[in-house]
């Protein structure tokens, strides 16, 4: 078996299928740094990310694929946990190989199952456009914490930036402790200390600003007079709502 160990970066996935036509040789397995080898490894190959190389393969790939499964790409590679490089690998180097377009090739099982985890991911970036609530801090700050199953945030930055131009925010996953800053002018990416106080989620009420509370109950109350309870639904709103958003949702408070 031929393995590939790279840092686990999307520049250092394409760096190996550079690496793989250099050498001529192409792996059995992608595995991340620090990952336990396959029984039967024959040969492993540790791969540098080079940007350099990394651009030559995206810019082929934009040649040969359309710019939406270009961006399929991508967004399977945002799975996380359900990310698999080793389907990735597979259908970028059938795409470069094929003299044809093979992204509508869907009896292929890697060109399938890419789009499928990739289907996923957009999924979860259209549940954190809609269900991302804001809490105004008392500085005039905009605080949104998230933790989707996906990591879906960078998907959603473009929509929030133009979406919401006008204030100043920050949209937060806790779950992988990174998010973004929107300043009026430009958004930056963040990273909170383990002890910071917004990472429990919600900002405790004497940082808040001081019509904050006030918004927040009179939305509950808006929620709850708007509630018929004879067609409540537990089922059907949990299809459209997923819970794991719930903790989030002032509503549901």
């Known amino acids: 078996m031929i393995v590939y160990i790279y840092d ?3 520049e250092g996935l394409l760096t190996t299928v550079f690496d793989a036509y250099g050498r ?26 080079d940007e350099k190389k ?17 961006n399929m790409l991508m967004y399977a590679w945002l799975a996380d946990d359900e990310r698999d490089e080793d389907s990735l690998f597979r259908y970028i180097r059938k795409a470069v190989d094929a003299p ?23 999924h979860e970036s259209q549940y954190l456009k809609q269900f991302v609530r804001f809490q105004k801090a008392a500085d005039d700050i905009f605080f949104a914490p998230v933790s989707p199953r996906y ?11 133009d979406r919401f131009s006008d204030q100043k925010w920050v949209i937060y996953d806790l779950k992988r402790k990174f998010g973004f800053y929107y300043d009026l002018h430009s958004v930056v990416e963040i990273t909170f200390g383990e002890d910071e106080h917004l990472l429990s989620g ?26 018929i309870k004879e067609r ?18 002032t509503e549901k408070q």
Request: glycine letters at 2%; aromatic letters at 12%; a positive charge.
């Open 8 to 10: 686990k970066s999307f």
């Open 24 to 49: 001529k040789i192409f792996p059995d397995s992608i595995l991340p740094e620090g990952a336990v080898h396959p029984m039967f490894t024959e040969q492993v190959f540790h791969v540098n990310t």
């Open 54 to 70: 990394a651009s030559r393969v995206w810019n082929m790939l934009t040649k040969k694929l359309s710019a939406n499964v270009c």
């Open 100 to 122: 044809l377009s093979i992204e509508n090739n869907f009896a292929d099982k890697d060109i399938l199952k890419v789009h499928q985890i990739a289907q996923k991911v957009a």
């Open 151 to 161: 990591n879906a945030l960078p998907l959603t930055i473009t929509h929030f930036k």
């Open 202 to 227: 919600k900002l405790d009420e004497k940082l808040m600003a001081e019509d904050e509370k006030l918004f927040q109950d009179l939305w509950k109350g808006y929620f709850k007079a708007l509630t």
């Open 232 to 249: 409540l639904n537990p089922s059907l709103q949990r299809q459209h709502m997923p819970r794991r958003f719930w903790k989030y949702l």
